[in-house]
């Protein structure tokens, strides 16, 4: 019940709320009444905090230490002086004279320091009256003069020289008693002139173009035979070559060329015609090589990285016109600031070969005979090169290389007795190792060492006469406080072959060809010098301390231990 009047009670309220009254609107006056403001009476005024600070007084302690003075002396300062340049001397003088009566005379006479000048002479001489036991007489003498001169300019350089070789010897590589010998039917003279002139631009400017040309003349001949009529027989060489070439830079990348003209003309007696031998004909060789090599060369990252790419072109003209074009292309990369650069490249080229090249190599050679250019048609090669140290540098590499018209001496039989050579030509495949390594102490201490190994595969041949299969070498120098001076070469070399013509000792038949092995060399060489002052010294050279009389070529010994003393000075 209650319930209900509760809900009848809401429900009635509701109603009530729900019924709207009706507007009213009042209109009226509003009063609304402000404080009056009053303003401060007092004014702001600034409050002294000055504060005294107090003055404290430390009496000092009336206490007093004694004090001793003492003079030392002390040592006086010293300075020690060197000079930036080295005095020059003009003129240096070497004089000496050795076993078997070996005369030595040396003279250099060179410019001093001149910014623009340069100039100088060089003269040697040195023979030998001894003879080889059991061998043909082998005395020799060598004569050499060298004249020199240049200008120094900012952009430009100018060079001359000239030069003059007379070198004798005897073909002493017979086996029979000296004294029943003419030494006039074994003796020889190669006669040797000439002179270069090159002029070379040094513009610092990167955008202009820097070149270089230069020609060059030489001839070069051996004696005129004994009988008067056969003035002719005997060899006669004219060269002459022109050399150019320019480079030029954009950007990173260098762009070079080279062009070279290289003539020689070779005469033995007349074309076609016969001296009083009738297997004695002339020859006439003339031998032009013309040659354009362009080539591109750029560095990258900080110039630790160079390739160079490019290729020569070659025009053989002698017995016949060829031409041949090679590659040339090389990488190298620097490592860790240029302890390690390993490089590869490819490469090849036209040897010129000429009476001097070849007696230059082997001076018992026949006045009479045929030449061939020799063509490397592809060498590849590889390795790596760099310091271990600021005194030690290395070097190891490898390469391979098809070789034409490789010459080889071999013993002649057919104008001689046996002590002269003539000349085979073959192709061969070259496969050569090599590595090396130095050590430089400033100015005190040298040592190199250097190992070669050799490779041969011919087409023809079974050995590559009288080339070695491996050779060893050693150099060191040793300067002791500016007054001993030490040098010593030691030089081993074996696997040497000789073609021979008959049975004989180490003598063996491969091929239908006889080998005789040559064996091994042994070649070393001690030098002494003392210098009294910086004018004044004497020296001591001995040379083949082992004492081997190996051979240099087959039935050439050398002679055993040698001496040779004297002195230098300078003025």
Known sequence: MKKYILFSFVGFSSLLFGQGGPDVIVTGIGL?????????????KIIDTTIANPVIDFPLLALQHPTKIEVEPINPATIKTEQKLNQLYSTY??????????????????????RKFVYGVHAKHLSSYGNIKDYAPAQFDRTKLGLYGGINEKNYTLRGDLHYNNQGLHYYGWKIPTDSVDRKTTAQRF??????????SH?????NLNYKVGIEYNNFGSKKPIEDSLSDWRARENFFGFNSSASYKLGKEIYAADFNVRYNGYKYGSLGDTNSSVIDT???????IINLKPTISTYLFNNRFKAKVGVDIVIDAHQTTKAHIYPVAELKYSMFNDIFIPYVGLRGGLKQTSFKSL?????????NVSMRNENTAIDFYGGIKGTLSKRISFNVNASFARIQNKALFVTDTLYSVGNKFNLLFDTLNLTTIEGSISYQLNEKLKVD????????SLLNNTYAWNLPQWQAIARGSYNLFDKFLINLDLNFEGGRKALVYAMEDDVTVENLQFAKTLGFVAD???????RYNKRISAFIQFNNLASQRYNRWYNHPVQVFQFLGGITFRL
């Open 32 to 44: 609304r009444q402000v404080e009056p403001a009053y303003r401060m009476s007092e004014s702001p």
């Open 93 to 114: 003088v070497k004089l000496g004279i050795g076993t078997e009566l070996m005369p030595l005379g040396e003279v250099y006479f060179d410019s001093r320091r001149s």
């Open 191 to 200: 006669q040797d002139v000439g002179g270069a002139v090159s002029f070379a």
């Open 203 to 207: 513009k610092k400017d990167s955008a």
């Open 282 to 288: 002339g020859i006439v060789l003339n031998n032009t």
């Open 359 to 367: 007696t230059a190599e082997n001076e018992f050679l026949l006045t």
């Open 449 to 456: 060492g250097i190992g070669r190994f050799y490779s041969y």
């Open 524 to 530: 070393i060489n001690l030098g002494l010098e003392y």
